[in-house]
């Protein structure tokens, strides 16, 4: 039998080995690190319909921590030394490019999909280690925007990360990051209140910890690392406000009283079901479940049929998010049908 991390391991760790080469060599490692987080997975989503029995949900998976802790220490690996290759003499333009699209991806994909998972886990050195990928990108205030703000008002006004329908995502982008920043201030600030214990919020450590990265590449890399550093984050960032675009996208859960909505279920996040991009993003594919137990691991996420289902891949739905235009040609009328076969 399959070990069910087997299959994560093998899709998130080799675009790790692909771009850490392609950082120290280049050449045609760059463009099979790009080829393989763009078109080699949208092949195999296209390709493979397994779909594997699901997991014990009460089952213990120590291995997909492990997996987990080996991905976030390869992200602060890779990093500095993508940002050392961009910055270097060497290279002709075309493979830095190549190789800042390819570890952009990545970072935004596969890191951010692990960060959410470290911050879930009840272990706090778990908890740190994903809170740290954040800061490494200048996005550490999601770690307390997600945890305190978006599970709790997901798919409701009060949530800045859930998008309207008809929302433009670049109108939702500038929305969703200074909102989410406030809120989850805010959300810090009502927590110590609450306490009565006083002290400081992790505000301090995520600009403090931003502050000291960006300091950081600056001294090592110099100006032009600063540029590429500043150029990856911002990526990264991007692909994370995609991901959260994408999958509340026009779902809304009903208020019974002023501030407060009825509970979050399946019909309130968009899934996907294809096996590939959903093993690269650990599961990420599978929302409605990971609202409904957000301290559920990855592994044993389980689908939801009465969810609404994306078009496409996550992954491609990403990129169609990019273009207002075509991702409301596609997406409304997938709305509107969702919402008509389940009024």
Known sequence: MTHPV?????????????????????????????????????????LIGTREPDEDPTRTLPAADALSVTLALCHLA??????????????GVGE???????????????????????IHRGDKRLFTLGKWVYISVLFGHHTSAHMKVHHR??????????????????????RAWAGSFCE???????????RGTGGVTPYVTYV?????????????????????????????????????YVQHYGLSRDEVAPGKYEPIGPAH???????????????????????????????????????PTLPSTLPAMAALALFPKYWRRVMNPALDHWKAGHA
Not at 26 to 46: E, S
Not at 286 to 307: C, E, G, I, N
Request: with cysteine; proline share 6%.
């Open 96 to 118: 830095r490019v190549g190789l800042f699209f390819a570890a952009a991806l990545f970072f935004g994909q596969v890191s951010n999909s692990n960060a959410h998972e470290l």
């Open 153 to 174: 008002f997901a798919a409701s006004k009060m949530d800045p990360n859930s998008a309207r329908r008809n929302e433009g995502f670049y109108r939702f982008a500038r």
């Open 208 to 244: 403090a910890g931003a502050a000291a990265v960006t300091l950081a590449m600056t001294i090592a890399f110099g100006w032009r690392g600063l540029c590429a550093y500043l150029a990856l984050a911002a990526y990264a960032q991007i692909q994370l406000l995609l991901s959260d």
């Open 184 to 194: 989850g201030y805010r959300a810090e600030r009502a927590a110590i209140a609450k």
């Open 269 to 307: 996040s968009w899934n996907a079901p294809h096996w590939y991009s959903r093993h690269l993003m650990l599961n990420a594919p599978r929302h409605s479940d990971h609202h409904a137990h957000p301290a559920r691991p990855y592994p044993l996420l389980k689908p939801h049929d009465a969810a």
């Open 6 to 46: 087997r299959a994560y391991a093998l899709a998130t760790l080799t675009p790790v080995i692909l771009i850490a080469v392609g950082a120290l060599a280049q050449g045609a490692w760059v463009w099979a690190a790009l080829l393989y987080m763009t078109l080699f997975t949208f092949a195999l989503d296209q």
């Open 78 to 91: 890779l990093l500095p030394l993508v940002v050392w290759s961009l910055s270097a003499p060497g290279p």
